[in-house]
């Protein structure tokens, strides 16, 4: 293959030591550890893979530095590293396709308003987006097909919107911003006041503030705000299928996984992560270095930096044993028809005495 690459090369291109194995050996792909044939290398993210390190059938392995010896095959190389898991983006980097090349321009068949502020060279504009009036283009962003930018949005550079993201009018985003396909930026907040037997619809008149290096996976949602904004600070990183209701603030470096569901007017601290499925009343103040593990439903504030768990969240152990409590009803149901039926011999021999 033209892109193989030797034991030592691929060593050196990920800032590891090759421990074992023959440095002008050749590596030809990448692939799982559960997967990987001879001639490839995987990597060991994660200490629950040792049994699988243990029977892979790759070439080479990207592993800790302070893997024990024995805990790999003798004809496996190993390139041990700092952290595998970052270590392997750069083998991928490698095998993989070539990254696409930017081209600056706009599609023929655009549409972009004629007040609209860029440098055409120096942003990549695809077809059938609309660019609406008054809105504000950093260099270097690219907007992929039909993605939607509304009235007065402003970006800053190098951003990326892929196909059909939307982002409507008012919005601000910082640089380096990705929006995954059918990302919403900006739609309406979720707000009525029930007036004479009917939903009356309640303005909302404020915007969301996208920070510096945000991501945002597609179909996720992030209303904006009855006034103010919704804010998601920098470098926070948020999951397919998110919902982020009104006059929400996310704080810095937050992980926000799939499926969860911010109720509005709560606001994160930084570094808090949410698992998959997660549930968060509305008006919560929690605090930083919060983490909440999949399928929690948050009902009260949390200043306490920690792990959470359960329904409601409760600190890691107590929610723990809270979740197993329900198995045991069939038990304790026994211990009790038990329990009854000696009270009831008991009572029945105490009346023939």
Same mark, same amino acid.
């Given at each position: 293959? $033209?892109? $193989?690459?030797?034991?030592?090369?691929?060593?050196?291109?990920?800032?590891?030591?090759?421990?074992?194995?023959?440095?002008?050996?050749?590596?030809?792909?990448?692939?799982?550890?559960? &997967?990987?044939?001879?001639?490839?290398?995987?990597?060991?993210?994660?200490?629950?893979?040792?049994?699988?390190?243990?029977?892979?059938?790759?070439?080479?392995?990207?592993?800790?530095? &302070?893997?024990?010896?024995?805990?790999?095959?003798?004809?496996?190389?190993?390139?041990? =590293?700092?952290?595998?898991?970052?270590?392997?983006?750069?083998?991928?980097?490698?095998?993989?396709?070539?990254?696409?090349?930017?081209?600056?321009?706009?599609?023929?068949?655009?549409?972009?308003?004629?007040?609209?502020?860029?440098?055409?060279?120096?942003?990549?504009?695809?077809?059938?987006?609309?660019?609406?009036?008054?809105?504000?283009?950093?260099?270097?962003?690219?907007? #992929?097909?039909?993605?939607?930018?509304? +009235?007065?949005? +402003?970006?800053?550079?190098?951003?990326?919107? #892929?196909?059909?993201? @939307?982002?409507?009018?008012?919005?601000?985003? *910082?640089?380096?911003?990705?929006? #995954?396909?059918?990302?919403?930026?900006?739609?309406?907040?979720?707000?009525? !006041?029930? @007036?004479?037997?009917?939903?009356?619809?309640? &303005?909302?008149?404020?915007? =969301?503030?996208?920070?510096?290096?945000?991501?945002?996976?597609?179909?996720?949602?992030?209303?904006?705000?009855?006034?103010?904004?919704?804010?998601?600070?920098?470098?926070?990183?948020? %999951?397919?299928?998110?919902?982020?209701?009104?006059?929400?603030?996310?704080?810095?470096?937050? /992980?926000?996984?799939?499926?969860?569901?911010?109720?509005?007017?709560?606001?994160?601290?930084?570094? @808090?992560?949410?698992?998959?499925?997660?549930?968060?009343?509305?008006?919560?103040?929690?605090?930083?270095?919060?983490?909440?593990?999949?399928?929690?439903?948050?009902?009260? $504030?949390?200043?306490?930096?920690?792990?959470?768990? *359960?329904?409601?969240?409760?600190?890691?152990?107590? *929610?723990?044993?809270?979740?197993?409590?329900?198995?045991?009803?069939?038990?304790? /149901?026994?211990?009790?028809?038990?329990? !009854?039926?000696?009270?009831?011999?008991?009572?029945?021999? %105490?009346?023939?005495?």
């Amino acid at each position: 293959m $033209s892109n $193989s690459i030797t034991l030592q090369k691929l060593a050196e291109l990920v800032d590891g030591q090759l421990s074992q194995g023959a440095p002008d050996d050749l590596i030809t792909g990448l692939n799982a550890i559960t &997967d990987a044939i001879p001639g490839e290398v995987t990597f060991l993210g994660n200490a629950r893979y040792l049994p699988a390190l243990k029977k892979t059938r790759a070439s080479a392995a990207l592993v800790p530095e &302070d893997l024990a010896a024995q805990d790999a095959p003798d004809a496996l190389a190993l390139i041990r =590293v700092k952290n595998p898991t970052l270590a392997f983006s750069s083998v991928i980097q490698w095998f993989g396709p070539p990254a696409a090349v930017f081209v600056p321009g706009v599609h023929a068949t655009a549409v972009v308003a004629s007040d609209a502020v860029f440098a055409p060279g120096k942003v990549s504009i695809g077809a059938h987006a609309v660019i609406e009036e008054g809105v504000t283009i950093g260099d270097g962003t690219v907007i #992929h097909s039909g993605v939607f930018v509304g +009235r007065g949005v +402003r970006m800053g550079a190098n951003c990326t919107l #892929h196909a059909n993201a @939307v982002i409507k009018e008012h919005c601000v985003l *910082g640089n380096r911003v990705i929006l #995954h396909s059918g990302a919403v930026i900006g739609s309406d907040g979720f707000g009525y !006041e029930h @007036v004479n037997g009917r939903h009356q619809k309640i &303005d909302q008149a404020g915007i =969301v503030q996208i920070d510096d290096d945000v991501e945002i996976g597609s179909c996720t949602t992030i209303d904006r705000a009855r006034f103010g904004r919704t804010w998601i600070g920098e470098g926070t990183k948020i %999951d397919n299928l998110v919902q982020i209701g009104h006059n929400c603030t996310l704080g810095k470096h937050c /992980i926000i996984v799939s499926q969860t569901g911010i109720s509005g007017s709560t606001h994160l601290g930084n570094y @808090v992560t949410m698992g998959g499925q997660v549930g968060v009343i509305g008006h919560l103040k929690i605090g930083d270095h919060v983490m909440f593990k999949a399928r929690s439903v948050v009902t009260k $504030s949390i200043s306490e930096a920690g792990t959470y768990t *359960g329904y409601p969240a409760r600190p890691l152990m107590e *929610g723990h044993r809270m979740l197993v409590l329900p198995a045991r009803i069939p038990e304790l /149901i026994e211990r009790v028809s038990e329990l !009854e039926k000696k009270l009831a011999a008991l009572a029945g021999d %105490d009346t023939q005495s």
